[in-house]
């Protein structure tokens, strides 16, 4: 999958613990930077999406938004499926754990 503003979309798949997890839509820069740090944006959908195609995050939130424009970071949409109520927490930390290995990602962090 590929968007019209410089980005690119795939379907990954998350292994927790040994075991299938969440796939996700991974949606990056087309010209990553290995030597620039990037921002994430985890993109968590609502009890309406739950189970069926993955593809159909692609009208929701980040992936969205990328149809018409750029964003400078790395953007991960997990998708909760067919046969479970929601989000599982340690999946989601061992996910976000995947994603800071595998990509340099900044952290904003609030001074005070």
């Not at 503003?5 to 969440?22: A, E, G």
């Not at 959908?45 to 149809?67: D, S, V």
Request: charged residues 15%; contains cysteine; hydrophobic residues 35%.
């Amino acid at each position: 999958m590929n968007t019209a503003h410089s980005h690119s979309i795939s379907v990954q798949q998350h292994t927790h613990q040994n075991k299938p997890s969440y796939q996700y839509l991974l949606s990056q820069p087309s010209s990553l930077d290995s030597a620039k740090h990037y921002p994430l944006v985890l993109f968590l959908h609502g009890r309406g999406e739950i189970g069926g195609e993955i593809e159909k995050l692609l009208n929701f939130g980040p992936n969205c938004y990328l149809r018409q424009h750029h964003l400078d970071a790395i953007c991960i949409s997990p998708h909760v499926p067919e046969g479970r109520d929601g989000w599982a927490i340690a999946e989601l930390i061992s996910l976000l754990d995947q994603i800071e290995q595998q990509f340099s990602i900044v952290f904003l962090q609030e001074s005070h």
